[in-house]
């Protein structure tokens, strides 16, 4: 029986997407992908689909996009459905899943590695560092998805916790107030732009330069917005998992033999 698989492109970098994303996009008889994030050149190595078989979701009503994988799907082709990063982060795949359970057609979700991840790499840094913070915080601005009261940033900002801002570069300046409500100014920020893409730019400053640097830099999307002490690498030189420590290996070591 031909499916739907909701596939996670990564951050853009064509290297980055999945043997089990690349195999069931040669699997694919028609290819749905969301052109204003994810590059065609991420996937289109791995089909031979004719171009009129490979759709641009970006126009799209989510009900035009549903008729193009019914069409597909009765025809007995499968469909790989792109989304850029992981689609269980600000994918927007929820409401599409509804639509296949309310048709009766199978799908299923393949992980891509995210934005979050990737800029993460890029900086080289740990988002839970010993002694520091164990926590991360994924959240947004609101826009024309609201954002609960309770998880204003302002709100979120009271954990001190690492957080990981999306989809609010264009924002700047109402995410700096709000994140120094409780933050101190000094707080390290990185802006990590288009992770993953040919023209990546990670920009580092301290919390209250933020707006200012995302406007020397002109960035308005495309951005993610990382605020934490774990930023600063040389600032947390000392910072030391327990997972490496002498007294906990030994142990380690030694229950194993018992």
């Not at 694919?28 to 031979?48: C, K, M």
């Not at 988002?127 to 601005?141: A, K, L």
């Not at 709100?155 to 700096?176: P, Q, Y």
């Not at 030189?237 to 002498?246: C, E, T």
Request: hydrophobic share 40%.
């Amino acid at each position: 029986m031909p499916k739907v698989s909701f596939i996670g492109a990564g951050p853009g970098d064509p290297e980055l997407l999945t043997l089990k994303a690349v195999a069931r996009i040669r699997d694919a008889g028609l290819i749905l992908y969301a052109g204003s994030l994810v590059p065609p050149e991420a996937f289109r190595p791995h089909t031979a689909l004719p171009e009129e078989k490979i759709i641009n979701s970006a126009p799209l009503t989510l009900e035009e996009t549903h008729a193009h994988i019914t069409g597909a799907i009765a025809r007995g082709e499968n469909v790989a459905r792109i989304h850029t990063g992981d689609p269980s982060l600000y994918g927007a795949i929820n409401e599409q899943m509804n639509l296949l359970d309310a048709d009766g057609i199978d799908y299923e979700v393949i992980p891509g590695i995210s934005s979050a991840m990737a800029a993460a790499a890029a900086l080289k840094i740990e988002y839970t560092s010993p002694g520091v913070t164990q926590t991360v915080i994924f959240t947004r601005m609101a826009g024309k998805t609201p954002v609960p009261e309770a998880e204003r940033l302002a709100a979120l900002a009271g954990h001190g916790a690492t957080m990981v801002i999306f989809l609010s570069a264009g924002k700047a300046r109402e995410v700096e107030r709000e994140l120094l409500a409780h933050y101190p100014p000094d707080t390290p920020v990185a802006i990590a732009y288009r992770v993953g893409w040919p023209d990546e730019a990670c920009h580092r400053t301290r919390l209250d330069r933020l707006a200012d640097t995302v406007a020397r830099e002109k960035i308005s999307r495309q951005a993610l917005i990382i605020v934490g002490r774990v930023v600063d690498r040389q600032a947390l030189r000392d910072a030391r998992s327990r997972l490496y420590d002498a007294s906990y290996a030994h142990g380690y070591r030694g229950s194993r033999h018992e």
